[in-house]
């Protein structure tokens, strides 16, 4: 089975939103509380990019390219973390993948789904 599971990827114009959904089918409620949660993007031939993170007390980080714009968020009653994409531009368009860290430390993710695309056209 799946550890983790992204949704909700598809094709908008610059300046719409989107939200991704990772459940987290393959944790248990206490694993998934303890862990680290994050969102990475990656466009063909260029290096993976983290684009927000948030921890297992909350704590949330993002990356300069998406702070004020992408929004994470986590619900450890359904084992699902969220990443709200807002005023999109055409250089967001990645495939977006979920990770975790079983550690909850943020530190090296040891779990991810197999991502899914997201194309912003100007």
């Known amino acids: 089975y799946e550890r983790l599971v992204e949704s909700g990827g598809g094709s908008v114009q610059a300046g719409e939103s989107l939200r991704l959904s990772c459940a987290a089918p393959g944790f248990t409620s206490r694993g998934y509380e303890g862990a680290c949660v994050g969102w990475f993007r990656q466009v063909p031939g260029k290096a993976r990019e983290e684009v927000a993170t948030?921890?297992?007390?909350?704590?949330?980080k993002y990356s300069d390219s998406v702070k004020g714009r992408f929004t994470i968020s986590r619900d450890n009653g359904e084992n699902t973390s969220y990443l709200q994409m807002d005023s999109l531009k055409p250089e967001d368009t990645a495939t977006y993948y979920c990770?975790?860290?079983?550690?909850?430390?943020?530190?090296?993710?040891?779990?991810w789904g197999k991502g899914t695309l997201v194309t912003v056209s100007s």
């Open positions: 990770a975790a860290d079983s550690a909850g430390f943020c530190g090296g993710m040891d779990y």
């Open positions: 948030v921890d297992n007390t909350g704590n949330t």
